[in-house]
T-cell receptor
Framework: SQQGEEDPQALSIQEGENATMNCSYK?????LQWYRQNSGRGLVHLIL?????REKHSGRLRVTLDTSKKSSSLLITASRAADTASYFC????????????FGGGTRLMVKP | GAGVSQSPRYKVAKRGQDVALRCDPI?????LFWYQQALGQGPEFLTY????????KSGLPSDRFFAERPEGSVSTLKIQRTQQEDSAVYLC?????????????FGDGTRLSIL
């Protein structure tokens, strides 16, 4: 079973707009990670935020983590058509032996 | 450098046949994971190796699923007497060392279709 839920399940925006995806989870975590998956390909790691961090940036990506609410968000600024993909959050839960538990993903389409 | 390599990329088998899926992790990576991804869903954990030791196989759906990593590098996921519900993409991932706060590096997966 999957730990988290992602919201929205699908998102369609115009190039240049910002895209925000949310993730909720259920258990205590060591860290939360965001991955991207293009159709027919494997997952590519985007960013890892530790449980004692609240915000992290990487290029056009901004991730927040609220452990009190067990939620995270991924913001992609100034989106590009090449950002079209599925985005997954994954939690590395405490006492779970390094396995990742993924949400159901957000399918992002960026229209040129 | 070379990433995680999985073969075959696509596998079609008849129900009841056995299949073997191969994963070549990034050289030197200690940890290796297998995940199953159903269409339109996120990946679900199957099993985890640290070197040659299988430390967690709690996600394997039945005793028809078996994984090994005998020399601590290449891993094989075997599914015996395949059933239609086994149809999915099987993803392999590796990470450099055991321990927390490590991103995982994924291969492109094997898409398994059971007819």
């Amino acid at each position: 079973s999957q730990q988290g839920e992602e919201d929205p399940q699908a998102l369609s925006i115009q190039e240049g707009e910002n895209a925000t995806m949310n993730c909720s989870y259920k258990t205590s975590i060591n860290n939360l990670q965001w991955y991207r998956q293009n159709s027919g390909r494997g997952l590519v790691h985007l960013i890892l935020i530790r449980s004692n961090e609240r915000e992290k940036h990487s290029g056009r990506l901004r991730v927040t983590l609220d452990t009190s609410k067990k939620s995270s968000s991924l913001l992609i600024t100034a989106s590009r058509a090449a950002d079209t993909a599925s985005y997954f959050c994954a939690t590395d839960a405490r006492n779970a032996g390094n396995m990742l538990t993924f949400g159901g993903g957000t399918r992002l389409m960026v229209k040129p | 450098g070379a990433g995680v390599s999985q073969s075959p990329r696509y596998k079609v088998a008849k129900r009841g046949q056995d299949v073997a899926l191969r994963c070549d992790p990034i050289s030197g990576h200690v940890s290796l994971f297998w995940y199953q991804q159903a269409l339109g869903q996120g990946p679900e954990f199957l099993t985890y190796f640290q070197n040659e030791a299988q430390l967690d196989k709690s996600g394997l759906p039945s005793d028809r699923f078996f994984a090994e990593r005998p020399e601590g590098s290449v891993s094989t996921l075997k599914i015996q007497r395949t059933q239609q519900e086994d149809s999915a993409v099987y993803l392999c991932a590796s990470s450099p060392i055991g321990g927390i706060n490590q991103p995982q590096h994924f291969g492109d997966g094997t898409r398994l279709s059971i007819l």
